[in-house]
T-cell receptor, first 118, second 114 residues
Framework: AQKVTQAQTEISVVEKEDVTLDCVYETRDTTYYLFWYKQPPSGELVFLIRRNSFDEQNEISGRYSWNFQKSTSSFNFTITASQVVDSAVYFCALSDPYSGAGSYQLTFGKGTKLSVIP | EPEVTQTPSHQVTQMGQEVILRCVPISNHLYFYWYRQILGQKVEFLVSFYNNEISEKSEIFDDQFSVERPDGSNFTLKIRSTKLEDSAMYFC????????????FGSGTRLTVV
């Protein structure tokens, strides 16, 4: 069965520090998709990135970067020079065909609450 | 940018009452979903809907839940007889296709059952 583990429940950093949020996943399929979502205090889910299992290139978007390593089943997320506005809960999620009848439902991790202190 | 719209943003209801949560997916999307997040917990899949029928549902989605696309634009989640444990944030999502395309989530409806 598919599973997403975010071992860090809460992280606090001082503004401008770098922070890495860990995500480890389990799936029996070779084709799957990984996502990161941000949930600010207002509650909505904000899409950050989508990555398919065949693309192991790391990605950088501004202060955000993602490190995908199939060998360790990890998809870690790094925020460089953190800002107070980065304070939120961050969810890693997995979508694969074995999660159901082809609709690729998302399986979420429990989330990591990031607090950036000014 | 197109968005998924959910109404109401917050609903309070008495235990045992029926509630309908409403969603307007992105107009050219074909797949529709409901997810639930109990306060402080992870987001959980409830149901997916395609071609006017449920394509998949979780064990959470029991007989008290139903979904409908009544008019080609709205997508609703009905809870027939609410229980205290139904209190949660409910997210609607839609996608153009499955798998790699990704989802667009609505901003959620916070349901409080008292």
């Amino acid at each position: 069965a598919q599973k997403v583990t975010q071992a860090q429940t809460e992280i606090s950093v001082v503004e401008k520090e770098d922070v890495t949020l860990d995500c480890v996943y389990e799936t029996r399929d070779t084709t799957y998709y990984l996502f990161w979502y941000k949930q600010p205090p207002s509650g909505e889910l904000v899409f950050l990135i989508r990555r398919n299992s065949f693309d192991e290139q790391n990605e950088i978007s501004g202060r955000y970067s993602w490190n995908f390593q199939k060998s360790t089943s990890s998809f870690n997320f790094t925020i460089t020079a953190s800002q107070v506005v980065d304070s939120a809960v961050y969810f890693c999620a997995l979508s694969d065909p074995y999660s159901g009848a082809g609709s690729y439902q998302l399986t979420f991790g429990k989330g990591t609450k990031l607090s950036v202190i000014p | 940018e197109p968005e998924v719209t959910q109404t109401p943003s917050h609903q309070v209801t008495q235990m045992g009452q029926e509630v309908i949560l409403r969603c307007v997916p992105i107009s050219n999307h074909l797949y529709f979903y409901w997810y639930r997040q109990i306060l402080g917990q992870k987001v959980e899949f409830l149901v997916s809907f395609y071609n006017n029928e449920i394509s998949e549902k979780s064990e959470i989605f029991d007989d008290q839940f139903s979904v409908e696309r009544p008019d080609g634009s709205n997508f609703t989640l009905k809870i027939r007889s609410t229980k205290l444990e139904d209190s949660a944030m409910y997210f609607c999502a839609s996608s153009f296709r499955t798998g790699d395309y990704g989802y667009t989530f609505g901003s959620g409806t916070r349901l409080t059952v008292v």
